[in-house]
T-cell receptor
Framework: RKEVEQDPGPFNVPEGATVAFNCTYS??????FFWYRQDCRKEPKLLMS???SGNEDGRFTAQLNRASQYISLLIRDSKLSDSATYLC????????????FGEGTQLTVNP | DGGITQSPKYLFRKEGQNVTLSCEQN?????MYWYRQDPGQGLRLIYY???????QKGDIAEGYSVSREKKESFPLTVTSAQKNPTAFYLC??????????FGSGTRLTVV
C-alpha cells in the first residue's frame, strides 16, 4: 500500500465549479500535511499547509482528519488558472524527516 | 534573490555514461533533497542530506550517488548502473525539514 494515496483523476470541470480532492495516508506517525500544486513540466509549489482545525485561503479550503487519516482540498469557484496537478504530501519525522508525495490528481478547468 | 538553481534544464545521456546534475542554493538551508518524477507519477526520494558532509539514501538510491561537500551544493550523479534513468529530476532544500523550496528541475533523457 502506498504511503499517500490520492483520487486518481483526472478531473475536468467547468469554470465556477466546486471541486474536491481526497487523500489518505497510511503512516500514523505522519505529523504535518500539505497540498502542493504542480503545473505541467514545472516544479511543485506549496499551495497550503493542512491543519486539524481546517484552514482556508481564499477559494481553497483544506481539512485534516487524523482519526481517519484523511486529507481533503476543496476549490470553490474554480478558475482556468487552477488547472494543474495537485499533490498531497505528508511529513514524517521518523523517516529521516522528509516529505512523502502522493501521485497527484490532475485538474483541468474548462471555459 | 535567494533561490535554488538546477542545471542543466535538459540533459541527454548515452547508454553506459555517467552524468552529474547540479543543484545550488543560496538560501542558507541545511537540508537538501533529490527526487525523481516519472510521467503521471508522484515524486520519489533518491537521496537527502541534512547537514554538510552527511547524506542518506532515500527510497530509490540504487544507481545514483551524491556528495555534500558544501552547504550550498548537492550534486547528483546518475551512474550507468541506473537502468531506467529517463525522468524529471527535482532538487529541493529546506531550513526546517518541512517547508521545501524546489529547483526548476532537470529533464534527463537516455538516447
Amino acid at each position: 500500500r502506498k504511503e499517500v494515496e490520492q483520487d486518481p483523476g483526472p478531473f475536468n470541470v467547468p469554470e465556477g465549479a466546486t471541486v474536491a480532492f481526497n487523500c489518505t495516508y497510511s503512516n500514523s506517525a505522519s505529523q504535518s500535511f500539505f497540498w502542493y500544486r504542480q503545473d505541467c513540466r514545472k516544479e511543485p509549489k506549496l499551495l497550503m499547509s493542512v491543519y486539524s482545525s481546517g484552514n482556508e485561503d481564499g477559494r481553497f479550503t483544506a481539512q485534516l482528519n487524523r482519526a481517519s487519516q484523511y486529507i481533503s482540498l476543496l476549490i470553490r469557484d474554480s478558475k482556468l488558472s487552477d488547472s494543474a496537478t495537485y499533490l498531497c504530501v505528508a511529513h514524517q519525522e521518523t523517516s529521516g524527516s522528509r516529505l512523502t508525495f502522493g501521485e497527484g490528481t490532475q485538474l483541468t478547468v474548462n471555459p | 534573490d535567494g533561490g535554488i538553481t538546477q542545471s542543466p534544464k535538459y540533459l541527454f545521456r548515452k547508454e553506459g555514461q555517467n552524468v552529474t546534475l547540479s543543484c545550488e542554493q543560496n538560501l542558507n538551508h541545511d537540508a537538501m533533497y533529490w527526487y525523481r518524477q516519472d510521467p503521471g507519477q508522484g515524486l520519489r526520494l533518491i537521496y537527502y542530506s541534512q547537514i554538510v558532509n552527511d547524506f542518506q539514501k532515500g527510497d530509490i538510491a540504487e544507481g545514483y550517488s551524491v556528495s555534500r561537500e558544501k552547504k550550498e551544493s548537492f550534486p547528483l550523479t546518475v551512474t550507468s548502473a541506473q537502468k531506467n534513468p529517463t525522468a524529471f529530476y527535482l532538487c529541493a532544500s529546506s531550513w526546517d525539514k518541512i517547508g521545501y523550496t524546489f529547483g526548476s528541475g532537470t529533464r534527463l533523457t537516455v538516447v
